[in-house]
Nanobody, 126 residues
Framework: QVQLVESGGGLVQAGGSLRLSCAAS????????MGWFRQAPGKEREFVAA????????YIGDSVKGRFTISRENAKNTVFLQMNTLKPEDTAVYYC???????????????????WGQGTQVTVSS
């Protein structure tokens, strides 16, 4: 069974930075894409960033473009989310997601991902 393990969440002041990581494991897992979504209380789950595992192309959500970046460590099936210039509105539970099969309709669609992490809380104070 594929498992995603997240780390790096916490409390940070506005303007600060955090780095999240997520490692995928499972003997039958063939990584095609990994990404990050977030969900604040009373809000829909929102696309943050994704990376194609084959070629390394990245996709960034409009609300975090210019502040967040996504990267990978291919051999370890690990994805990172570097969050800079954090704002209070970035406060949310951040979820790691992975897709283990080819062809994806959109990296921003939650239903395109096969596996999900447990979520990690990010809180930005003013």
């Amino acid at each position: 069974q594929v498992q995603l393990v997240e780390s790096g969440g916490g409390l940070v002041q506005a303007g600060g930075s955090l780095r999240l990581s997520c490692a995928a494991s499972g003997r039958s897992f063939s990584n095609y894409a990994m990404g990050w979504f977030r969900q604040a209380p009373g809000k829909e789950r929102e696309f943050v960033a994704a990376i194609n595992w084959i070629i390394g192309n990245t996709y960034i959500g409009d609300s975090v473009k210019g502040r967040f970046t996504i990267s990978r460590e291919n051999a370890k099936n690990t994805v990172f989310l570097q969050m800079n210039t954090l704002k209070p509105e970035d406060t949310a539970v951040y979820y790691c997601a992975a897709r283990g099969r080819g062809y994806i309709r959109s990296y921003s669609y939650t239903d395109q991902y096969d596996y999900w992490g447990q979520g990690t809380q990010v809180t930005v104070s003013s």
